[in-house]
């Protein structure tokens, strides 16, 4: 017998939720990337490469910017996971398995949408490789944008111990270009940089590397930074990657989260349909995001 019942998606709420607030303590990309409604699956966000300034002499006319505008395409990506739950478990736990389960969901996720967005090593393809990573972006040539690939690309010659002169060239890369804005830089990184990043420290001795107390960041080269445990590098995207740890310098307002629904949750009861045969429900979680960084001169990646 068919189910003549359809349970609605419902949506976290964004200041209350335990989901929300595990996503964004553990997600570099939720936290702090520009979050882009999306009405549908895919959508054009407006990209300008810059405008130029003249001095404009009285009574002198203006000179038109030759700057090239052009756009990103952010297409929605669902993530998403089902869990099957005896109804002993439901009823006889004194621990909230829904809950248990969904904050777990939370976790991987925070850290599958980081490895996604920033260090995937493969093009898109909409499935194993949801977006074109930080990470590919910078290895790709972009001749309209003047982007060489892997110029903003540092690999320290030893990995897991950069040193000194890597760090500085990471950081300098977005430092000397159009796109650098003191104010706004942001280092996403692997924690598996605190440890090398302890011990190096500048031509007088000074340590480059700043660990703070509770709510006030960790700073490198006075910018804050951000851990993730998906800034590692993987073929596909994964909640547990294994490569290399990368720190990216990046401009949070650069970094375009397509939002077309979720984080979202449906619960479907045991008791009706064919599962009634085995006294299970089904948990199902899924979020639909889309992803962008809008200039490959406006980041940097540093391959611990």
């Not at 199902?284 to 962008?292: D, I």
Request: proline residues 5%; without cysteine; charged residues 20%.
């Amino acid at each position: 017998m068919a189910r003549n019942t359809l349970e609605a998606w419902i949506p976290e709420e964004y200041e209350t939720s335990r989901v929300i607030q595990s996503i964004n303590q553990i997600s570099a990309v939720e936290a702090l990337a520009a979050r882009i409604p999306m009405g549908s699956d895919t959508k054009h966000v407006p990209r300008t490469a810059g405008m130029g300034v003249d001095v404009v002499a009285k009574g002198g006319a203006y000179g038109e910017d030759t700057s090239l505008n052009d756009e990103v395409l952010l297409t929605a990506v669902k993530f998403g996971k089902a869990a099957r739950i005896a109804e002993e478990d439901i009823n006889d736990s004194v621990a909230n398995v829904i809950e248990a389960k969904m904050i777990g969901w939370s976790k991987s996720y925070a850290k599958m949408i980081d490895n996604a967005s920033l260090a995937v090593s493969a093009a898109a393809n909409g499935t194993t490789v949801p977006f074109t990573s930080l990470y590919q972006l910078l290895n790709t040539t972009d001749a309209t944008l003047s982007y060489t690939g892997g110029t903003n690309i540092t690999t320290a010659a030893s990995a897991g111990l950069p040193t000194y002169t890597e760090f500085s060239t990471a950081i300098g890369n977005v430092e000397s270009g159009d796109y650098f804005d003191p104010g706004n830089m942001v280092a996403i990184a692997h924690p598996a940089f605190r440890k090398s990043l302890r011990g190096v420290v500048d031509g007088q001795s000074r340590p480059i590397f700043n660990e703070n107390g509770a709510g006030t960041p960790d700073t490198i080269f006075g910018v804050p930074v951000r851990w993730s445990l998906g800034a590692k590098i993987s073929a596909t995207a994964t909640p547990t990657p294994t490569g290399r740890p990368i720190m990216a310098f990046v401009n949070p307002e650069l970094m375009l989260l397509g939002v077309r629904s979720g984080p979202e949750s449906v619960f479907i009861d045991g008791r009706d349909g064919l599962s009634a045969l085995t006294d299970e429900s089904i948990l199902k979680m899924r979020a639909r995001r889309g992803w962008a960084y809008g200039h490959p001169n406006g980041a940097s990646i540093l391959v611990g």
